[in-house]
């Protein structure tokens, strides 16, 4: 990893809204790195100066056994330290819940696995989900913003108290929802009372073009950017109109972002106080899954916001 000594510590709104912000995801396209590189990637970046910001280590159910050989030399010994895993279920559900439970008995004092992510077209899908589901394991239901069961899979959320995961992109450019999409899902999450999560497609801070894998005869298309989404989550929980969150998805002038130690200002005229940034991070959008941390880190850094 290659990053830069930290010269003085972030702005508290920035602390507040990266804090634990990425999962990583270096298993899954576009770096879609060996188990033992993502391994020893992410104990790399526990140990930087930017790990306050590196959520869990995203996985399949069926690679559990793989990645314990591989990171058992890493793990720390005492819960407290242990390394938190989010698990991509697989087509039985019901069995990807008992290889969690079998390893977390095994292993949970050095590595845990205490989110489960699963993709739910209907809400018989959930609810099923839910009938299995350890308390101790926290679930993040994927769903598409289209169609015509979406209302139907929030409102069930909502309802529960569950979670949401939202796609935001991939390695063509038919994988990135509009803005219109995003906006809709946000929107509704927010109305429902219904945490998120995102992922794919997130590498950049702020709205661009930019090829869509590290090939070199990648596609280009444009990429959402994780500041656009998470301070466009911010000002829908404050109930701003759409055609302002549209604004704010599509900007690409990151010089009209604007932190501070109150807060983060949009175009000098729009504030999120830090009590706006905290509530955004435990009732709106709780991380986006990257399969990169160092680039995320190093555009920050390029932007002066770490």
Known sequence: MNVRVVESPPKESVRILLNEIIDYAGLFPPSQV??????????????????????????????????????????????????????????????TIRTINEFNRKNSERAVCDVLE????????????????????????????????????????????????LRTGGVTRDDFPTTRDIIRFVRSCMAANVPFKATAGLHHPIRCFKPLTYAPDAPQGTMHGFLNVLLMTGFARASFRVSLLEEIMEEEFEEVFEFTEAGVNWRGSHL???????????????????????????DLQELGIL
Not at 65 to 86: M, T, V
């Open 272 to 298: 999120l106080t830090l009590s706006h940034i905290a509530h955004l991070r435990t009732k709106g959008m709780h991380s986006f899954g990257s399969c990169s941390f160092d680039e995320p880190v190093a």
């Open 34 to 95: 060996s188990m033992s590189e993502a391994v020893l990637n992410y104990a790399t970046y526990r140990n930087s100066n930017y790990g306050w910001m590196l959520g869990r280590f995203i996985l399949p159910a069926s690679r559990l056994d793989e990645f314990y050989e591989s990171a058992k030399e890493f793990l720390p010994k005492g819960r407290q330290s242990a390394w938190r895993l989010s698990v991509l279920a697989g087509e039985d559900v019901s069995a």
């Open 118 to 165: 699963v993709k739910a077209a209907s809400v018989s899908k959930i609810e099923n989900t839910m009938a299995s589901l350890p308390k101790a394991i926290t679930p993040y239901f994927e769903i598409a913003p289209v169609g015509r069961t979406f209302v139907d899979l929030i409102a069930t959320l909502g309802i529960k108290g569950l979670r949401a995961k």
